[in-house]
């Protein structure tokens, strides 16, 4: 089992920055991919950003150039959010994928952009 624990959000102004993080425990040993999904009120999840272990990323196309995903080891992502929109306001969820490709999710984390 995998266990993932988010940290970093908040309230920001539009144009601010914030940096999320997530720490993974327990067999992380199986963990391939590593990402960022966020769910607004209303809407679906939806896929922000991933990394895999070997270090490939994928963003959605909304936050291409503003949001950066990194990893700094096996159980650490990050996620840097700079020049953020009001529409970015959302609950952040980390996400975990093991080579089975069986999901974990974190708890969440709010970020919310005021004009």
């Known amino acids: 089992q995998v266990q993932l624990v988010e940290s970093g959000g908040g309230l920001v102004q539009a144009g601010g920055s914030l940096r999320l993080s997530c720490v993974a425990s327990?067999?992380?040993?199986?963990?391939?991919?590593m990402g960022w999904h966020r769910q607004a009120p209303g809407k679906q999840r939806e896929l922000v950003a991933e990394?895999?272990?070997?270090?490939?990323t994928n963003y959605a196309d909304s936050v291409k150039g503003r949001f950066t995903i990194s990893r700094a080891n096996a159980k650490t992502v990050y996620l840097q959010m700079n020049t953020l929109e009001v529409e970015d306001t959302a609950v952040y969820y980390c996400k975990g994928e093991d080579w089975a490709g069986k999901d974990y999710w974190g708890q969440g984390t709010q970020v919310t952009v005021s004009s």
């Open positions: 327990g067999t992380i040993f199986s963990i391939n991919a």
């Open positions: 990394i895999t272990r070997g270090g490939s």
